[in-house]
């Protein structure tokens, strides 16, 4: 299901064609030094999180990740969407992109088409952001998007700053 486009992009829910982007994403390093998880080191792994996580989220909470696809090329360069966080009560923007993609404004055209989604499409209200210390990227991408800085925080045993923004 498509969720809204930009001049460049799509942003949709996840499907089992995306299992392979989705070990991408999350086997490459570079790409996850600022998040808290191992990178993937098998396909099996990526279809469970698109199982166990990803489609979980769509049908106990309605919403979870969205796929971020590059319209030009029709492949799935990252993701961009909400996902319930219980330790804050609260719906978090989440972010995360290939690297031949950083640098490009891929992060905040994604983001602000994302959130714009949030209050009309699943009527939430308010959103906020978990940047780990160190991500000037992500914090850019958030403060392009009208988000500040709420509180400095630990989540998964990090240092983050919580962005926020009322919708």
């Known amino acids: 299901m498509i969720i809204t486009t930009t001049d460049r992009l799509i942003l949709r829910h996840f499907n089992e064609g ?5 070990f991408l994403m999350n086997s490459i ?3 996850l030094t600022y998040i808290p998880m191992a990178p993937l080191t098998d396909v099996a792994q990526a279809e469970k999180l698109l199982h166990k996580v990803i489609f979980e989220d769509y049908r106990s909470r309605g919403f979870g990740r969205w796929a971020v696809e590059h ?7 990252g993701f ?10 609260k719906v978090e ?3 995360r992109y290939l690297p031949e993609y950083w640098g490009q404004g ?3 055209e994604a983001a602000s088409a994302a959130i714009a989604e949030f209050k009309p499409r699943l009527g939430i209200d308010e959103a906020i952001a978990l940047i780990l210390d160190g991500n000037l990227g992500s914090m850019g991408v958030a403060r392009h ?6 509180q400095r925080d630990k989540f998964m045993e990090h240092d983050v700053t919580v962005f926020h923004k009322w919708l």
């Open 18 to 22: 995306d299992i392979e982007a989705l």
């Open 29 to 31: 390093p570079e790409v």
């Open 71 to 77: 319209k030009a090329s029709g492949k799935v360069i």
């Open 80 to 89: 961009c969407g909400p996902k319930f966080i219980p330790e804050y009560d």
């Open 93 to 95: 923007l989440g972010y």
């Open 106 to 108: 891929i992060g905040s």
């Open 145 to 150: 998007i009208g988000m500040e800085p709420l």
